[in-house]
């Protein structure tokens, strides 16, 4: 994913087994998955599938939980060293991003320590029975392989421009913009892979309309789909 400020590392790349749904594979939810370039507003549409009632898995949030377990933060620590840590102990996450976009080693060092745990609650939660929709919140959605596991797949488009001036009010400056999109698939890739295109360059009530008439389209897709995997 691109490390958000607040955000502690990329879900794992690589190859990701598709959960099997706990009591058949029939009972499986249905899976969105977010795609778009960095500052498109992935997070801001995730929250709107959550305005609507869908469940959202929050990659950057579960990876923040997996700093937490000890065992993590001892190898984070013999890895980045006391730099990227608090005085009270607590990971600095911002240090630790800026130490890991450092070199492409080390940011693949920091995945190796991290994402064994956050795809383990990702694929245990996914794994999930029951009726509805989960959406994937996860940066690098296609990067990392979890594309694969999701019944669809939804584009948030945004200009670079707009892209480029939300991420300039995260602190971001343009070469660090241009130097994490350098480690990502090309949002023209991203949007061509995509079932669905959702726009993200106008206001939020607009943004909230069309999320919610997507959701509603969604879950008739999903019934239609729970009935099928139930049937076969």
């Known amino acids: 994913m691109g490390l958000r400020p607040s955000s502690p590392a990329p879900i794992p790349r690589g190859r990701t087994p598709?959960?099997?749904?706990?009591?058949?594979?029939?009972?499986?939810r249905f899976v969105v998955g977010i795609l778009g370039g960095i500052a498109a507003g992935k997070s801001t549409v995730a929250a709107e599938f959550a305005a609507c009632g869908a469940e959202v898995l929050d990659a950057d949030a579960i990876a923040h939980a997996c700093l937490e377990r000890p065992k993590i933060r001892a190898r984070v620590r013999e890895r980045f060293g006391e730099g990227v840590f608090r005085a009270e102990g607590s990971v600095d996450r911002a240090a630790l991003a800026a130490a890991a976009f450092a070199s492409d080693e080390a940011r693949r060092d920091l995945e190796a320590i991290v994402h064994p745990c956050v795809r383990a609650a990702l694929e245990?939660?996914?794994a999930a029975r029951g009726p509805g929709i989960v959406v994937l919140d996860a940066p690098l959605l296609e990067e990392a392989g979890l594309a694969r596991v999701c019944d669809a797949t939804v584009f948030v488009d945004a200009?670079?421009?707009?892209?480029a001036a939300r991420a300039a009010a995260r602190g971001w400056t343009p070469e660090e913009l241009a130097r994490r999109e350098s480690s990502?698939?090309?949002?023209?890739?991203?949007?061509?892979?995509?079932?669905?295109?959702?726009?993200?360059?106008?206001?939020?009530?607009?943004?909230?309309?069309e999320v919610a008439r997507?959701?509603?389209?969604?879950?008739e897709r999903a019934r239609a789909t729970?009935?099928?995997?139930?049937r076969g």
Do not use: F
């Open 18 to 28: 598709v959960p099997r749904a706990r009591g058949g594979s029939g009972s499986r």
């Open 124 to 126: 245990e939660r996914l």
């Open 159 to 163: 200009p670079r421009r707009v892209r």
């Open 184 to 209: 990502q698939i090309p949002p023209e890739e991203k949007r061509g892979r995509a079932r669905i295109v959702i726009r993200n360059d106008g206001s939020r009530a607009r943004l909230r309309d």
């Open 214 to 219: 997507l959701y509603a389209r969604l879950l």
């Open 226 to 230: 729970r009935a099928a995997r139930t």
